[in-house]
Nanobody, 119 residues
């Protein structure tokens, strides 16, 4: 099992920056990918960004490309999401997720952290 704990959400103004952190514990030696998803009330959860835990490959949704950066610190078993030039439409609960080398996909999720961007 893997446990994920997020931190770093908050209330910011449009154009501001925010960094989310997600610390993993448990079977961290099995970690393959780390990712961030977000969900607005009444909408489906959507993919934001992912990274192989070794840091070699990243993927972003189009609307955040050039503004968000996902990264890892393997020594701390932590994945980060640096968010710049935030927009009101980025407002959502952000969830960290982890996939292991077992082929089960995004099997582990954090509790979520609220990000609110005011205009």
């Amino acid at each position: 099992q893997v446990q994920l704990v997020e931190s770093g959400g908050g209330l910011v103004q449009s154009g501001d920056s925010l960094t989310l952190s997600c610390s993993a514990s448990g079977r961290t030696f099995m970690l393959y990918k780390g990712g961030w998803f977000r969900q607005d009330p009444g909408k489906e959860r959507e993919f934001v960004a992912s990274i192989t835990w070794s840091g070699g490959s990243t993927t972003y949704r189009d609307s955040v490309k050039g503004r968000f950066t996902i990264s890892t610190d393997n020594a701390k078993n932590t994945v980060y999401l640096q968010m710049n030039s935030l927009k009101p439409e980025d407002t959502a609960v952000y969830y960290c997720a982890a996939a292991l080398y077992d082929g089960a996909g995004w099997a582990y999720w954090g509790q979520g952290t609220q990000v609110t961007v005011s205009s």
